[in-house]
């Protein structure tokens, strides 16, 4: 199938690794736009908006696609809860798959996350360590962020669980805490551990990225699997079949 994109984020990071994977996958990068650009004037003749920008663009970019009816794939990371729940509102009038991470491999993490979650439940300690390199400019990462919905959605906690770091004498850890650490720096495209620690036991489930390509793919495969489905936000997991 050949398809056509507007690639918004063009001049960053992976807005270069989609450029790069689109032409091997039968995909044209019909328009390539950054910030600043008017997304609107550019959407003749194209088939999907694929989005790595900005969290500040999010709005503006669905309010184009839904005025013209196209789909969307958004990679871009940094909303807040309160700015996403509004924004996959927006989202849900056009067909989109939304993800923190389109690797392949990380989406099976989460599978594997949420089946740990269920089975092991209070009585191992969990918690989300992620690396990145030093420009990243949010934190935890959206993998992350992904990984601890989980974890709290099948152990039936809220974000109130949640421990960002820690420091000083902070006392016994709560059976209800979930802890989650970022780290910066060099060149790392990324890396997500979860752990889950009983007594006498550890399982810690890893996956490491060491080419953005691994994400340009996964994203490009989305803008293929979007542009034939309803409108409805999606994830990876659905692009993958493993709902």
Avoid at 6 to 25: F, K, Q, V
Avoid at 59 to 82: D, F, N, Q, Y
Avoid at 96 to 101: L, T
Avoid at 201 to 214: F, G, M
């Amino acid at each position: 199938m050949s398809l056509s994109i507007l690639l918004n984020g063009a001049r960053g990071r992976m807005g270069a690794a989609i450029t790069a994977a689109a032409p091997r996958m039968g995909i044209t990068v019909a328009a390539a736009l950054d910030q600043g650009d008017y997304i609107a004037s550019a959407l003749s003749g194209v088939d999907v908006i694929v989005d790595f920008s900005s969290p500040h663009a999010t709005r503006a970019l669905l309010e184009s696609a839904l005025a013209a009816r196209k789909p969307v794939v958004i990679g871009t990371t940094g909303h807040s809860p309160e700015e996403k729940a509004e924004l996959l509102k927006l989202a849900a009038g056009v067909p989109c798959v939304w993800a923190g991470n389109f690797s392949v491999g990380v989406n099976l993490l989460y599978a594997l996350t949420r089946r740990a979650s269920r089975a092991l439940g209070e009585d191992f300690d969990t918690e989300v360590v992620e690396m990145h390199h030093r420009r990243k400019k949010d934190a935890p990462s959206g993998t992350a962020a992904r990984l601890l919905e989980i974890i709290l959605e099948e152990r039936k906690l809220d974000r109130s669980s949640l421990r960002h770091g820690r420091e000083g004498i902070t006392g016994e850890r709560h059976v209800s805490e979930v802890g989650v650490h970022s780290l910066r720096g060099g060149d790392v495209v990324g890396d997500h551990t979860v752990i889950f620690a009983g007594d006498g036991e550890r399982l810690e489930l890893t996956h490491r990225a060491s080419d953005r390509a691994v994400f340009a793919h996964g994203a490009l495969r989305a803008a293929l699997w979007v542009a034939g489905q309803k409108p409805h936000v999606y994830d990876m997991q659905d692009v993958l079949g493993l709902t």
